[in-house]
């Protein structure tokens, strides 16, 4: 079944395309400023620690604006991924990366291996999801990671003023386009039961990526020190010494018939056993089979 947020984007980039030009379209359906905030963000992701060969996953890629400001690192593995397939159309086709892998993304399984990628990016996602699917995502974001890998991902912040305008917007469209807000001690709590590790969080509002050199806007508006994306950055590390996976969702395999055969005081108390395995039984090293 397609998932909200995979018609929302379907349908939002289907009616830019009828409306105006192929560039414009692919710019505007990411929310435009595509040249200079895909700069942005690669330095933003250069200040955390981009290894210019390692490997970057970028969720919610879009038409290429991060993916664009990145192609000229030869030696870098690049992997995109989105809902819209013109969307990855059009990134692969002005990155002209024939190494680089653009995958249409269903549901919250990353087609990846355990512990694989250096660095995994996501943004303005979170967004446009439920809290429960970020959380689902971010679970799975922490088990392709390589231990010590970062996930830098952005997100609206009620602390923020300017984010405020957002809010309002939903409230008089409340049945229309996800705006998801998160608030940054939400993300601690799920950092908490996903042992992963906060290493900073920066508003929207202030500067805080620096650039090496003055960037200059559509508008014609020089940008140069330290600049920000509008949207709020949270950047999280998995541990150096962790490579087991934690789960958000139930594995394919669980049986909850047998885990209460297995686990009969779970079964005497009469928990969830689909609850108790998320919450409880997978950190107690509960047996499953």
């Not at 291996?113 to 979170?126: G, K, L, Q, R």
């Not at 600049?227 to 139930?250: E, F, N």
Request: glycine share 6%; hydrophobic share 40%.
């Amino acid at each position: 079944m397609q998932k909200h947020y995979e018609a929302d984007y379907q349908q939002l980039v289907s009616q830019k395309l009828s409306k105006v030009s192929k560039e414009q379209a692919m710019a505007e359906s990411i929310g435009g400023n595509f040249l200079h905030f895909g700069i942005f963000q690669r330095e933003l992701l250069l200040q955390q620690g981009l290894a210019p060969h390692g490997c970057l996953l970028d969720i919610g890629c879009g038409s290429g604006r991060l993916a664009n400001a990145l192609k000229n690192f030869p030696n870098l593995k690049y992997i995109g991924l989105d809902v819209v397939p013109e969307l990855l159309s059009y990134a692969q086709e002005i990155t002209a990366r024939e190494d680089w892998q653009f995958n249409k993304q269903s549901g919250f399984k990353l087609a990846l291996e355990n512990n694989s990628v250096n660095m995994v990016t996501a943004f303005s996602v979170f967004t446009h999801l439920l809290h429960e699917e970020s959380f689902a995502y971010l679970a799975e974001i922490r088990r392709v990671l390589k231990p010590g890998g970062k996930f830098v991902f952005s997100f609206l912040d009620f602390a923020i003023p300017e984010h405020w305008a957002v809010f309002t917007a939903n409230v008089l469209q409340i049945h229309d386009h996800l705006n998801q807000f998160i608030d940054p001690r939400m993300i601690e709590v799920w950092c908490q039961h996903l042992q992963l590790d906060i290493i900073g969080v920066f508003p929207g509002n202030e500067g805080h990526i620096p650039l090496s050199e003055p960037v200059t806007d559509a508008q014609g508006k020089i940008h140069s020190g330290l600049v920000a994306l509008g949207q709020s950055v949270c950047v999280i590390q998995k541990p150096v010494d962790s490579t087991a996976t934690i789960y958000a969702m139930l594995p394919e395999d669980f049986d909850a018939e047998r885990y209460l055969a297995l686990n009969p005081d779970i079964a005497a108390a009469g928990i969830d056993p689909r609850v108790h395995f998320i919450t409880h039984g997978q950190f107690e090293n509960r047996r499953l089979k």
